[in-house]
């Protein structure tokens, strides 16, 4: 679903999952390569942090919870998604980062949506993380749930 920005340029959007690997990194590539071929892309990269909201039980645990998950939304930024954005702006592309917390299937379908993405690029095996934990039932949810086309990169 592209979008119309002008009369005869059209904008899209691609989603890339990473996950701090270096499979992550093949699926950045290929998104790369997907954007070049199209006039107008924006690479959005997204980073999930698998988030259960049933894992605390009381007040002291939630608030430690709390700050855990700053922690690591700080760390996802600055290690993952912040250096991944800077090498796609120098490099030409437009380009913005997001981290969340939760389901990672799920999160990365709304993200798609929220942002009226075209696609999601996802990696299909990593050394840890991200694709390690979705690659089995959340992969296959992610690809037969999303409401954009998935692309799933060796």
């Given amino acids: 679903m592209a979008l119309q920005t002008d009369r005869n340029v059209m904008s899209s959007k691609i989603v890339v999952g990473l996950d701090g690997s270096a499979s992550g990194e093949r699926a950045l590539s290929y998104a790369k390569s997907l954007a070049d071929k199209i006039e107008v892309c924006e690479l959005i990269v997204a980073f999930v942090i698998e988030w259960s909201p049933y894992a605390f039980q009381s007040a002291e645990e939630?608030?430690?919870?709390?700050?855990?998950?700053?922690?690591?939304?700080?760390?996802?930024?600055?290690?993952?998604?912040?250096?991944?954005?800077?090498?796609?702006?120098?490099?030409?592309?437009?380009?913005?980062?997001?981290?969340?917390?939760?389901?990672?299937?799920?999160?990365?379908?709304?993200?798609?949506?929220?942002?009226?993405?075209?696609?999601?690029?996802?990696?299909?095996?990593?050394?840890?993380?991200f694709v390690k934990r979705v690659f089995g039932t959340a992969t296959q949810s992610l690809v037969m749930h999303a409401h954009v086309p998935v692309t799933v990169v060796g």
């Fill in 62 to 129: 939630n608030a430690q919870r709390h700050k855990r998950r700053e922690e690591e939304i700080e760390a996802a930024q600055s290690r993952i998604v912040i250096p991944a954005v800077t090498s796609l702006t120098t490099d030409g592309f437009v380009a913005r980062g997001i981290v969340r917390h939760g389901d990672v299937a799920d999160l990365l379908d709304k993200i798609a949506v929220d942002n009226g993405a075209d696609q999601i690029v996802v990696a299909r095996s990593s050394e840890g993380g």
